[in-house]
């Protein structure tokens, strides 16, 4: 399939959801051109998509996901950062999973409404997420489909099962190492710029000294604000509404 062009837009990331605007960003101009829940998402490098430099790509929870190119390595950590953190801050626990007795895997439906929980509850939540997929994950490979009597439809509930799995680890990892390192840093629960230069220089160090002396980052168009504050735009590129998935063990994803 052919290549999709990349789009300019100011973007700016207010509580959970990232809005984005063709023309110049104004904070009561209510019209978007997209809006995009970032509720019980994962952002993270875009490793497998060498097209352009700097690009990540953002998994919601509804598992479409939208790839964006900032314009410095340090500014993708930063926007990767921040939106998971904003995530993990302020995504609600998951409902407790239906009963049915039908055996066709579905993801569950994550609920968007912001999370009550204080920060220490928000953490344990997670871990304790966490251990359950991990303890899933292992009881679903210690119990394969049976080798040559195994249906089509057995072999792909598996792979489905895994890969949502995988996806699931590797999210609740990302939040709870972004809660740790936010609880290090943060004292008062604000969003101050101070904090989050510190949350940002400490997980991203290797990436930061990339962009000069002092290992801070510079002010950039580029870079998200969570500030309670106006913020400033950032002008991002995004390529909206791609079908990948995530690659899991004998399965490889396929970018557009």
């Known amino acids: ?5 990349l ?5 700016v990331l207010r509580g959970m959801v990232l ?3 063709k023309d110049d960003y104004r904070r009561e101009l209510q019209v978007s051109e997209e809006v995009v829940s970032v509720h019980h998402s994962l952002a993270e490098e875009a490793s497998e998509y060498n097209k352009r430099p700097h690009v990540f790509r953002l998994q919601t929870a509804d598992w479409r996901v939208f790839l964006f190119q900032a314009s410095s390595k340090a500014e993708m950590a930063s926007w990767i950062n921040r939106i998971n953190l904003v995530s993990a801050l302020q995504s609600s626990p998951p409902f407790p999973a239906a009963v049915g007795s039908q055996r066709r895997f579905c993801r569950p439906i994550l609920p968007a409404s912001q999370s009550a929980n204080t920060l220490d509850r928000q953490m344990q939540s997670h871990m304790g997420m966490l251990e359950s ?10 119990n394969p489909p049976e080798g040559r009597r195994a249906k089509a439809k057995d072999l792909e509930e598996h792979r489905l099962r895994a ?30 710029s101070a904090d989050l230069n510190l949350f940002d220089r400490n997980l991203c160090t290797a990436a930061f000294e990339e962009n000069g002396e002092g290992g801070g980052l510079k002010k950039s168009h580029s870079s998200p604000s969570l500030e309670l504050e106006v913020p400033a735009p950032a002008v991002v590129k995004v390529r909206r509404n791609i079908s990948e998935r995530r690659r899991t063990a004998g399965h490889r994803s396929q970018m557009e």
């Open 163 to 192: 890969e949502y799995l995988q996806h699931e680890i590797c999210r609740y990892e990302a939040y709870i190492q972004v809660l740790e390192v936010w609880k290090s840093v943060n004292s008062d629960g604000t969003f101050g």
């Open 133 to 142: 997929f991990r303890a899933d994950l292992l009881h679903l490979h210690e």
């Open 1 to 5: 399939m052919g290549e999709k062009r």
């Open 7 to 11: 789009e300019d837009f100011n973007a």
């Open 19 to 21: 809005f984005f605007q």
